[in-house]
C-alpha cells in the first residue's frame, strides 16, 4: 500500500474486554513500532520489531499488553482486560531500517467506558 | 533521566513570518535529531532529519539546527503559511537504542492569515 494502514480508526471497549489493533505497514520495511500517545502529549514508544523479532518491548506498560508480527509484516497489539487508563491513541510506525525516518499511520483512537 | 522538552505553550504568528520552534534535551548523545508535523488525527509525519555532525539542515522553507554543545535543536518556518498550522514534535534515539524514538511533548503553531 501507499503508507501504513491501521485499524480499527476508533475502538470504544468496556472496561475488562480485550482488544487487538493491526498495522499494516509499508511493504518492504523492516522495522516497525508502536507507540502510545496521550491527548497533548508526544508519543510514547511501546515495542519494536525488526522483520517478526520483538528487539525491545520496555515501553509495554504491563503484561496486558502483547504484541506480534508473525510473518515479518502485519503486526497487531492485543490488550488483555482493558483499563481506563489504557485510553489513548496508539500509533503504529514503520521503516526501511532501524534509525531512518519513520513512517507512521493515522492511529487507532482507544476508549476504554 | 533522559527528558526532551518543547514549549508547551502555542506559538501564534502571523502569515508571512518565521515560526521558530525550540528542542532542548538532556542526558542525552543523540547521533540525530528527527522533527515531525503532526495534525489533529492524524499520525505525525517526517520532516527533517539531522546529523550530530551537521550544523543546519534546510528542507524548502524549514530550517533546521542542532547545536549539540547547547544540547538544542531549533526548527525555523520562514515565510509561514495558514496551511503551516499543526503540532511540530522534536525526536531523538535514546542511549543504547534500536532505533526506536522518543519524542518531546510538541509544540502548537498557529498561523493567521
Known amino acids: 500500500g501507499a503508507g501504513v494502514s491501521q485499524s480499527p480508526r476508533y475502538k470504544v471497549a468496556k472496561r475488562g474486554q480485550d482488544v487487538a489493533l493491526r498495522c499494516d505497514p509499508i511493504?518492504?520495511?523492516?522495522?516497525l513500532f508502536w507507540y502510545q500517545q496521550a491527548l497533548g502529549q508526544g508519543p510514547e514508544f511501546l515495542t519494536y520489531f525488526q522483520n517478526e523479532a520483538q528487539l525491545d518491548k520496555s515501553g509495554l506498560p504491563s503484561d496486558r499488553f502483547f504484541a506480534e508480527r508473525p510473518e515479518g509484516s502485519v503486526s497487531t497489539l492485543k490488550i488483555q482486560r482493558t483499563q481506563q487508563e489504557d485510553s489513548a491513541v496508539y500509533l503504529c510506525a514503520s521503516s526501511l531500517d532501524m534509525n531512518t525516518e519513520a513512517f507512521f499511520g493515522q492511529g487507532t483512537r482507544l476508549t476504554v467506558v | 533521566s533522559q527528558k526532551i522538552e518543547q514549549n508547551s505553550e502555542a506559538l501564534n504568528i502571523q502569515e508571512g513570518k518565521t515560526a521558530t520552534l525550540t528542542c532542548n534535551y538532556t542526558n542525552y548523545s543523540p547521533a540525530y535529531l528527527q522533527w515531525y508535523r503532526q495534525d489533529p488525527g492524524r499520525g505525525p509525519v517526517f520532516l527533517l532529519l539531522?546529523?550530530?555532525?551537521?550544523k543546519e539542515k534546510r528542507k524548502e522553507r524549514l530550517k533546521v539546527t542542532f547545536d549539540t554543545t547547547l544540547k538544542q535543536s531549533l526548527f525555523h518556518i520562514t515565510a509561514s503559511q495558514p496551511a503551516d498550522s499543526a503540532t511540530y514534535l522534536c525526536?531523538?534515539?535514546?542511549?543504547?537504542?534500536?532505533?526506536?524514538?522518543?519524542f518531546g511533548a510538541g509544540t502548537q503553531v498557529v498561523v493567521t492569515p
Open positions: 525526536a531523538l534515539p535514546p542511549t543504547d537504542s534500536w532505533g526506536k524514538l522518543q
Open positions: 539531522i546529523r550530530e555532525n551537521e
Open positions: 511493504s518492504g520495511h523492516v522495522s
